[in-house]
């Protein structure tokens, strides 16, 4: 049932993926040590891009999207890490009020919400779904795509405890991430809100994750004797950006050119033929918003008037001032010709599954997460954690298992991120 996967793959990640493999005992007693010094967000997805020659994460989501999206048969792992995390949490916790997107219109999202619903229900927890949408006043059913349906209620404060007519919950999951600012009707409460309001995007930015990464990178390197940038890609950063105004070009330019020829000196050493780019994105946000491609300084210099509409602004309109520059990983993994790239989720530290996140209409160095994407449910045959060392490298368990061990590493860059910005 798993999709066949295409991938042109040269020497340098078949040797990664046998060395993780090789390492497995020191990696994962390393990675149970660090969870005993950092505490893990509740749930977590990262995409990652596998170029043949590098499998690095590119994003890290604390506020994951697509449970409908897993594949069914490891629901059992979903619930049984659902367990351990509230365990670690609010042992004594009963009751879970979940509060979404207010994405009513977004069946699909409101699917997510549905399966993460049923995932807290199967872990022990009473649960209801509150909504912060001011002209939702009364108990809404939601009707969705696959024939279920969703409940909707208002969210109601009462002193300092949030809850639902009838309803006071132990613990507030949010599946919101919080673009636009921190609603007042969150703030100072008492019961554990979970991932905290600093995980959100109104406070939270991509650099400072990536600033843990390459720490956790350079530690996990030294550690099974690699070179970081196998796993790493390069980054900067600019402030005081305005596209609209076309302030900060010149800092766009200056990083793009630094990274782009960072990037060739490696490539250059590894007998790369490719042709390196770089992925100029908005500091904080999601949904794809507020990213393109660059293979030239001089393409951040002459932005036209719909690129720089299109960059200018991120989800609910919020404007961009903060920009990522990042070294671009090519994905050349494809599903029926279709480019794709992993996407691993996690709840607690443990790997739950995962899909491909593909594109019909985009080459291998362009962003996926735009319209037109589809999503391959089936793409973990095995649990990542299950690899078979006297296999090839690149078989299916072990490249699964290879994906899981990189997305981990995410996860305890963003462990690090979020003490750090508490």
Partial sequence: MVPHLTTALSGALRELEKRILEAMPAIEHWLRSAWQEHATPLYTSVDLRNSGFKLAPVDTNLFPGGFNNLNPEFMPLCVQAMMSAIEKICPDARGALLIPENHTRNLYYLQNVAALAYILRQSGMNVRIGTLIPEIDSPTEIGLPNGESLLLEPV???GNRLGLEGFDPCIVLLNNDLSSGVPEILRNIEQSVLPPLHAGW???????HF????????EFSRLIGIDPWLINPYFETCFKVDFQERVGEECLASHVEGILDKTKKKYAEYGIKEAPFVIVKADAGTYGMGVMSVRNPDEVRGLNRKQR???AVIKEGMPVSHVLIQEGVHTFESINEAVAEPVVYMIDHFVVGGFYRVHTGRGT???LNAPGMHFVPLAFETACSLPDYKANPDT?????????????????AASIELERTA
């Fill in 396 to 412: 299916i368990m072990n490249r699964f298992y290879a994906y899981g061990v990189v997305a981990r590493l995410a996860l305890l």
């Fill in 365 to 367: 160095d362009e962003n």
């Fill in 202 to 208: 109104a406070t939270r930015r991509k650099s400072n």
């Fill in 156 to 158: 109601r404060r009462s």
């Fill in 211 to 218: 600033s843990a990464y390459n720490e956790v990178a350079e």
């Fill in 309 to 311: 509409n299109k960059m």
